[in-house]
């Protein structure tokens, strides 16, 4: 199949561009390099050396998109997309809500013009809120609590209110939980702009001697040790869930939880990432972080039931990998 993949420069993009050539598909990436950089394009064609087309695109430019689905014989899109920092989203809501709902309505709009039925979307666990865990597809959403929360939960309602008008139409709503992690190659990963906010890229630079200590947001939740729990996943094994969800996707609305199923606290992590690596992490028990919830992880039974895919590297490898990229990687 042509998939059009949309921010597929960015992190979980460029890896699901890889899993997507590998299983003999060809990708079409649109990215407007908002948070991401042309020569992660260049690796991705260095890894897998054919099947890659680049456009540096704003998604939200119907015009642009529409030369797009002229130009090649599109056969299904992945919307990745979008603006992410939930913190970030409270400073700039126009800017997250614009860029997050008008790319998922232009992208929608032009798959009906030329007939694509195939779309896959990337939502987040942000959308079950503080529900008990673990977080199932069928709960009840719960209000998140940023504005990019809001729109992942709103994109999700769009999406499944066209499936409901075109029976023709088939989403998946791929709900990630924490992604981590790199390609083996050490090439690609993830590399955040400014100070990191999300806990793996935090260890690895602190690994790195770019920053000094991890702080540790709060170690009085009810969880096994106090710190905070998370389901974290190798962003190859998500990269491979696109994949399933794509090749099996049928008629109507799909939600699947893309995650391990197993929940991780921050200071497992970095003994973890002590253990896989031989680096210290020296860390400090700081405040709760605002808007954090204790427990986050996935019944990912689902997925493995309905697409037959399961996560399968560990937090080592995870972690091991994660370090591979950092210790490579030149701003
Ligand atoms: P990322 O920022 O690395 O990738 C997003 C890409 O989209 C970037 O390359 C950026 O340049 C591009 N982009 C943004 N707006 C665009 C626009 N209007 N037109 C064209 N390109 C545009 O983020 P990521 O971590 O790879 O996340 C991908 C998707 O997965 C996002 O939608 C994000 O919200 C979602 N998600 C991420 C996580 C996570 O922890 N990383 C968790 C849950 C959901
Ligand atoms: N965390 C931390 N220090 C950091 C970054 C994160 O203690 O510098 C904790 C955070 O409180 C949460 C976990 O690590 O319990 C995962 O945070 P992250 O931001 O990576 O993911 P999210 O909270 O969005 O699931």
Known sequence: MNILVTGGAGYIGSHTCIALVKAGHSVIIADNLSNSKSKTVMKIMDIVEEGVNFHKIDVTEEVAVEMIFRNYNIDGVI?????????????????????????TMVLTKVCQKYGVNRFVF???????????????????LLPTTNPYGETKAMSERILTDIANANPLFSVALLRYFNP??????????????????NLMPYVTQVAKGKLETLRVFGNDYPTVDGTGVRDYIHVLDLAEGHVAALVNLTKGVHVYNLGTGKGTSVLELVNAFELANGVGIPYEIVERRHGDIASCYADATKAKRELGWVAKRDLITMCRDAWRFEKNYKE
């Open 79 to 103: 919307h990745f997309a979008g603006l992410k920092a939930a913190g970030e989203s409270v400073e700039k809501p126009i800017e997250y809500y614009y860029n997050n709902l008008v790319s």
């Open 180 to 197: 981590v992690g790199a390609h083996e190659s050490g090439l690609i990963g993830e590399s955040p702009n400014g100070i990191p906010n």
């Open 122 to 140: 990337s939502s987040s666990a942000t959308v079950y809120g503080d529900n008990n865990v673990p977080f199932v597809e069928n709960m009840e």
